[in-house]
């Protein structure tokens, strides 16, 4: 059996050849995972012969990733506000640059005593867990079209030990909370969402970890990437307190479409925040008071 020093050589070739930009970092991350060790333990031991066993797992994960499968999927989980959450190609992989979703709702609801938030298409649950692991009166309902995604988001709000706080529906937007709810309905001091927003003609462009591996249901309304977002501005006063707010994660390019979206005889404080590389990345609106009817 090869030691860790060739097997590294040659499992950042054949990355290499795959395209993958950093095929030396990825490999040792993959044969650290396969081998159950850090990365220091790859550097101090390149003498070590692996196992049949070892270099099994380890070349079955290296074939995984250089057909471009994400890294995240063959680990199983990715980090997100210092959290851990468990990923499968059934739920996009959490990203940094959602965490300001997360960084405005917690600023929103600390100013309420005991706060509750809607998400709409809860994924992995990676937004609505995090707020409430910090926002510790708060409860939630997220709601998802994929009945698969909400058995991940379950998984993952029972390992942060929210889900006594975290109530999870199969639902198409916000289709099923109407049905469900009385006249009155459902009324929360804030909705959070990161819909699916890339326009289809687009997904050609995305990298192959993103266009091949991840739920293209949840990347894509099939249309110019808008309509998902249009639907949630509009239902989303039926289901708001007066002076409630709306955080949702918009597309590059795509804020001056959607500032037309909020009516200004319901909505107020329409802001887009940037994320850190400045692209306008989350849009904030306030429900006026006393606006819907």
Not at 7 to 24: C, H, Q, V, W
Not at 241 to 248: E, S, Y
Not at 258 to 285: C, G, Y
């Amino acid at each position: 059996m090869p030691d860790i020093a060739e097997t590294l050589r040659n499992a950042a070739e054949i990355l290499r050849k795959s395209g993958i930009i950093e095929p030396r970092r990825e490999a040792a991350s993959l044969l650290a995972f396969a081998l159950g060790k850090d990365k220091t333990f790859l550097i101090a031991h390149g003498d070590y012969e692996l196992s049949v066993e070892e270099n099994t797992k380890f070349q079955s994960f290296l074939s995984r990733r250089a057909s471009r499968e994400p890294f995240q999927y063959i680990t199983g989980f990715q980090e997100f506000y210092r959290l851990d959450f468990f990923v499968t190609s059934d739920v996009l992989i959490p990203r940094p640059e959602t965490e300001l979703i997360v960084e405005n709702a917690i600023g929103i609801l600390r100013e309420i005593e005991k706060p509750r938030f809607c998400e709409v298409g809860t994924g992995s649950g990676c937004i609505s867990v995090s707020i409430l692991h910090e926002a510790k009166t708060a409860t939630a309902i997220g709601l998802d079209i994929s009945p698969k995604a909400l058995e991940i988001a379950r998984r993952n709000a029972d390992a942060n030990d929210v889900s006594a706080r975290f109530e999870l529906k199969h639902s198409d937007v916000f289709d099923n909370l109407k049905i469900e709810k009385d006249e009155e309905g459902e009324k929360f001091d804030l909705i959070v969402s990161n819909p699916p927003y890339v326009a289809f003609d687009d997904l050609a462009d995305l990298q192959p970890e993103v266009r091949d591996h991840e739920p293209q249901i949840a990347l894509t309304d099939g249309g110019k990437g808008l309509s998902i977002i249009e639907k949630i501005i509009a239902d989303s006063p039926q289901f708001l307190k007066p002076n409630g707010f709306l955080l949702m994660e918009i597309g590059y390019g795509q804020a001056a479409e959607v500032s037309h979206m909020f009516r200004p005889e319901i909505w107020e404080n329409v802001e887009f925040l940037p994320d850190l590389q400045e692209i306008q990345r989350t849009v904030k609106a306030q429900f006026a008071a006393g606006a819907w009817k």
